[in-house]
């Protein structure tokens, strides 16, 4: 093959130099071979520097000082943080700072003795206190330049506050989403994403493993195995957004009286819910988790169904009892990628209508819901620094979430397997 | 263990040969859990077929309105719903430019990580080097959109280029990261495919007095030929595919352009777009990006099926 690829004649065919040529030669090889070297090597160095950059671009955007701005002293409403008040001392605060006709209009919104404590404490931070952030600075100026900043703040912003920030922060993680970018959180859109985990990975997971079985285990080579497996393959390849597309005319539309829960006595929604979301992302994680749970199975060594067999054991009972228990590692490693690639998509949902201002948690499959990749999505496209600090702080969220999902499938892996 | 075994031997022969039969049974429960997962597997046809009706049905629905024309469709380059002209180019254009920009930087990349990681580098070293490719390829797109609208526009782009000729949304940035986005897809595909190469031919060509470059480049990736062509093809129409990227830093609102500094819309982010706001069902607007995501599967359909053909089609198999 080598020698038909364009060797110019003169320099290896028919022609062996000699004397100083042969080393002039050779050299010459090696500094190409070294040359090239670098440049392959420097491809992958490439890479690692952008992933770097990536997480540098993050951590810069989520840490750093902000310039902060308050309407009333916090100290000056109670002798006590604020935090460590109770809901009613929290209500009364609101009464006294805010108009009436405000005030009646929250308690429409939620009566205020229903509302938690989490809640009202949030509406006094964004009423009364009115807290303010003015100016945002990144991690590596704050860190290197901080002179200029504070010369900055006390020449703009003279009646301001200067301090280190943490967006990423535990009430970030609890409180629900808010306009004011200091006071939103990801705290509802981290359950939107649990629930529509949840549902999916009930749904793709046991239809997932049972489709595996079939090709590996029952098909015979007919044609229904070959149209079932291209399918699979297809599938895998089909764009995100195109089962959003489908998830959008099936779940959301055609078949809203049963996602919208109208069917169960559920009246102020529309198709666009948890459920829908669910079916979508099941149908898309569903070739990801066939394929891996087929590699499982196909492991599984034909000598421990053979024994199992020669011992009279059915075909259901051979897979349950042998081959499923020793293709399970295998299985759960498939899930759990299955699982971080659901947690990651954001196409799909955006298509199906997950809505991005929701200040309620989800408590049913029939709700509406948000998920952390559309809040991440949201936020970057708002303009604003404060924005892109929240989303930067929803990032670390979400890939924080990811890598550790992924270690624990690479150490399941690395546990279980085993060889034959 | 071998007194229990026994013990069991007798039991077994304590049984009156012929009061058992031994022929197999049709047992309910094993046909019904057959059914089961011949169901489960059916569920991948299933879906093919609802996304193609589904899809053939809406376009069918928006090709049949008064306003469009198919000839308009594929012939003109204004795609301006509010007025009711619908030409496709625009969209296309972006997308194609987009995807292109992302193969011409993660081909030539994800190949020379390929060959660097099954070529030069020790299995220590490569054991460092590919769960940071992982990593990389693990990464949600919507962090990748993030990334190139807040760092690749502001800091590399408009620092090289000048502030007033790249606009804040634009292509390029958009193609570079979704470069870097499927470098590791080509990357472990084409180390698949080099990795396959079996060791006698390398053996074969350093014993004739080749360098490592020269068995590489000469021996290794022609005979993985088809494997790293697969990867380019499936790349490319991961890009075609890819939504979060474009629908982050390449703009919203379509745009006949060929200036990769520019804003334009892609295929997938006006699908985003579109359908992210609440549409009404009945609108042209609902029915139209049911046409592009036509567009789209038959596209990434074609571009899939011609990359298993090739990978069948050209393989070297080797003893």
């Given at each position: 093959?080598?020698?038909?690829?364009?060797?110019?004649?003169?320099?290896?065919?028919?022609?062996?130099?000699?004397?100083?040529?042969?080393?002039?030669?050779?050299?010459g090889r090696?500094?190409?071979?070294?040359?090239?070297?670098?440049?392959?090597?420097?491809?992958?160095?490439?890479?690692?520097?952008?992933?770097?950059?990536?997480?540098?671009?993050?951590?810069?955007?989520?840490?750093?000082?902000?310039?902060?701005?308050?309407?009333?002293?916090?100290?000056?409403?109670?002798?006590?943080?604020?935090?460590?008040?109770?809901?009613?001392?929290?209500?009364?605060?609101?009464?006294?700072?805010?108009?009436?006709?405000?005030?009646?209009?929250?308690?429409?919104?939620?009566?205020?003795s229903?509302?938690?404590?989490?809640?009202?404490?949030?509406?006094?931070?964004?009423?009364?206190?009115?807290?303010?952030?003015?100016?945002?600075?990144?991690?590596?100026?704050?860190l290197?330049?901080?002179e200029?900043?504070?010369?900055?703040?006390?020449?703009?912003?003279?009646?301001?506050?200067l301090?280190?920030?943490?967006?990423?922060?535990r009430?970030f993680?609890?409180?629900?989403?808010?306009?004011?970018?200091?006071?939103a959180?990801?705290?509802?859109?981290?359950?939107g994403?649990?629930?529509?985990?949840?549902?999916?990975?009930?749904?793709?997971?046991?239809?997932?493993?049972?489709?595996?079985?079939?090709?590996?285990?029952?098909?015979?080579?007919?044609?229904?195995?070959?149209?079932?497996?291209?399918?699979?393959?297809?599938?895998?390849?089909?764009?995100?957004?195109?089962?959003g597309?489908?998830?959008?005319a099936?779940?959301?539309?055609?078949?809203?009286?049963?996602?919208s829960?109208?069917?169960?006595?559920?009246?102020?929604?529309?198709?666009?819910?948890?459920?829908?979301?669910?079916?979508?992302?099941?149908?898309?994680?569903?070739?990801?988790?066939?394929?891996?749970?087929?590699?499982?199975?196909?492991?599984?060594?034909?000598?421990?169904?053979?024994?199992?067999?020669?011992?009279?054991?059915?075909?259901?009972q051979?897979?349950?009892?042998?081959?499923?228990?020793?293709?399970?590692p295998?299985?759960?490693?498939?899930?759990?990628?299955?699982?971080?690639?659901?947690?990651?998509e954001?196409?799909?949902?955006?298509?199906?209508?997950?809505?991005?201002?929701?200040?309620?948690?989800?408590?049913?499959i029939?709700?509406?819901?948000?998920?952390?990749?559309?809040?991440?999505?949201?936020?970057?496209?708002?303009?604003g620094?404060?924005?892109?600090?929240?989303?930067?702080?929803?990032?670390?969220?979400?890939?924080?979430?990811?890598?550790?999902?992924?270690?624990?499938?690479?150490?399941?892996?690395?546990r279980?397997?085993?060889?034959? | 263990?071998?007194q229990?075994?026994?013990?069991?031997?007798?039991?077994?022969?304590?049984?009156?040969?012929?009061?058992?039969?031994?022929?197999g049974?049709?047992?309910?429960?094993?046909s019904?859990?057959?059914?089961i997962?011949?169901?489960?597997?059916?569920?991948?046809?299933?879906?093919?077929?609802?996304?193609?009706?589904?899809?053939?049905?809406?376009?069918?629905?928006f090709?049949?309105?008064?306003?469009?024309?198919?000839?308009?469709?594929?012939?003109?380059?204004?795609?301006?719903?509010?007025?009711?002209?619908?030409?496709?180019?625009?969209?296309?254009?972006?997308?194609?430019?987009?995807?292109?920009?992302?193969?011409?930087?993660?081909?030539?990349?994800?190949?020379?990580?390929?060959?660097?990681?099954?070529?030069?580098?020790?299995?220590?070293?490569?054991?460092?080097?590919?769960p940071?490719?992982?990593?990389?390829?693990?990464?949600?797109?919507?962090?990748?959109?993030?990334?190139?609208?807040?760092?690749?526009?502001?800091?590399?782009?408009?620092?090289?280029?000048?502030?007033?000729?790249?606009?804040?949304?634009?292509?390029?940035?958009?193609g570079?990261?979704?470069?870097?986005?499927?470098?590791?897809?080509?990357?472990?595909?084409?180390?698949?495919?080099?990795?396959?190469?079996?060791?006698?031919?390398?053996?074969?060509?350093?014993?004739?007095?080749?360098?490592?470059?020269?068995?590489?480049?000469?021996?290794?990736?022609?005979?993985?030929?088809?494997?790293?062509?697969?990867?380019?093809?499936?790349?490319?129409?991961?890009?075609?595919?890819?939504?979060?990227?474009?629908?982050?830093?390449?703009?919203?609102?379509?745009?006949?352009?060929?200036?990769?500094?520019?804003?334009?819309?892609t295929?997938?982010?006006?699908?985003?777009?579109?359908?992210?706001?609440?549409?009404?069902?009945?609108?042209?607007?609902?029915?139209?990006?049911?046409?592009?995501?036509?567009?789209?599967?038959?596209?990434?359909?074609?571009?899939?099926?011609?990359s298993g053909?090739?990978?069948?089609?050209?393989?070297?198999?080797?003893?």
């Amino acid at each position: 093959m080598s020698a038909e690829s364009g060797q110019p004649a003169g320099r290896s065919i028919g022609y062996l130099p000699e004397g100083n040529a042969i080393s002039k030669n050779i050299a010459g090889r090696r500094i190409r071979g070294a040359v090239w070297r670098i440049l392959f090597l420097s491809s992958l160095i490439i890479g690692i520097v952008a992933l770097a950059t990536l997480l540098y671009t993050i951590v810069d955007d989520a840490f750093g000082y902000i310039v902060v701005q308050t309407k009333v002293d916090p100290d000056t409403l109670a002798d006590r943080p604020l935090a460590e008040l109770s809901k009613e001392e929290l209500t009364e605060i609101l009464r006294a700072n805010i108009s009436s006709g405000l005030f009646r209009r929250f308690d429409r919104d939620e009566p205020f003795s229903e509302r938690s404590k989490e809640s009202v404490l949030a509406l006094v931070e964004e009423r009364v206190v009115g807290r303010e952030v003015v100016a945002v600075y990144k991690l590596t100026e704050s860190l290197l330049d901080r002179e200029r900043i504070e010369a900055e703040t006390r020449e703009k912003y003279p009646r301001a506050e200067l301090e280190f920030h943490s967006w990423i922060n535990r009430e970030f993680l609890s409180r629900p989403m808010s306009s004011i970018p200091i006071l939103a959180g990801v705290g509802n859109a981290i359950l939107g994403s649990l629930w529509v985990i949840v549902i999916t990975m009930l749904l793709a997971v046991p239809v997932g493993v049972f489709g595996a079985i079939y090709l590996e285990e029952y098909a015979s080579d007919n044609w229904y195995y070959r149209l079932v497996e291209t399918n699979i393959n297809n599938l895998a390849g089909v764009p995100s957004i195109i089962y959003g597309i489908l998830g959008l005319a099936i779940f959301v539309r055609a078949l809203e009286p049963f996602t919208s829960g109208a069917m169960f006595g559920v009246t102020d929604s529309n198709g666009r819910t948890i459920i829908s979301a669910g079916f979508t992302m099941a149908l898309l994680i569903l070739p990801l988790i066939i394929i891996n749970a087929r590699e499982a199975i196909r492991a599984v060594p034909q000598s421990l169904r053979q024994a199992s067999y020669g011992l009279g054991a059915t075909r259901w009972q051979t897979i349950s009892n042998h081959v499923l228990p020793n293709a399970l590692p295998g299985i759960l490693t498939g899930t759990i990628l299955g699982m971080s690639r659901a947690i990651g998509e954001t196409a799909p949902l955006i298509v199906i209508g997950a809505s991005t201002f929701i200040v309620f948690s989800p408590d049913s499959i029939f709700d509406k819901f948000t998920v952390i990749p559309i809040q991440i999505y949201n936020w970057t496209s708002q303009p604003g620094a404060q924005f892109r600090s929240i989303a930067a702080a929803a990032i670390i969220v979400l890939l924080t979430t990811l890598l550790t999902l992924n270690a624990t499938a690479i150490l399941l892996r690395n546990r279980f397997q085993r060889s034959y | 263990m071998e007194q229990e075994a026994s013990v069991k031997i007798e039991r077994v022969t304590g049984v009156v040969p012929g009061e058992i039969d031994l022929r197999g049974r049709r047992r309910l429960s094993e046909s019904v859990i057959q059914a089961i997962t011949y169901l489960c597997g059916g569920i991948s046809i299933f879906t093919t077929t609802a996304i193609v009706i589904v899809l053939f049905r809406e376009a069918w629905l928006f090709f049949g309105s008064p306003e469009v024309d198919i000839g308009e469709f594929f012939g003109t380059t204004t795609w301006q719903p509010e007025t009711g002209r619908f030409g496709i180019w625009p969209l296309m254009t972006a997308t194609m430019i987009t995807s292109l920009i992302a193969l011409l930087v993660a081909v030539p990349l994800g190949l020379g990580a390929a060959v660097y990681l099954s070529e030069y580098a020790t299995p220590r070293s490569r054991g460092y080097l590919k769960p940071i490719l992982e990593i990389l390829a693990g990464v949600p797109t919507v962090v990748y959109g993030y990334f190139a609208l807040t760092f690749v526009t502001p800091f590399i782009l408009q620092n090289l280029f000048g502030k007033e000729n790249v606009e804040i949304y634009n292509m390029l940035s958009a193609g570079l990261t979704m470069g870097i986005m499927i470098l590791p897809l080509v990357a472990s595909m084409s180390e698949d495919a080099l990795s396959a190469v079996p060791r006698s031919l390398r053996e074969g060509s350093y014993g004739l007095g080749a360098t490592r470059l020269e068995t590489a480049a000469r021996v290794v990736v022609p005979a993985a030929l088809s494997g790293i062509f697969a990867a380019v093809i499936v790349a490319m129409s991961r890009a075609v595919g890819e939504t979060m990227i474009v629908a982050l830093a390449s703009g919203a609102g379509p745009k006949f352009t060929f200036n990769p500094f520019q804003a334009a819309e892609t295929m997938t982010g006006h699908i985003a777009r579109i359908s992210g706001g609440d549409i009404s069902y009945a609108s042209i607007q609902y029915t139209s990006i049911f046409s592009i995501a036509l567009v789209l599967f038959f596209v990434t359909l074609l571009l899939n099926l011609i990359s298993g053909w090739v990978v069948r089609r050209f393989r070297e198999v080797y003893e």
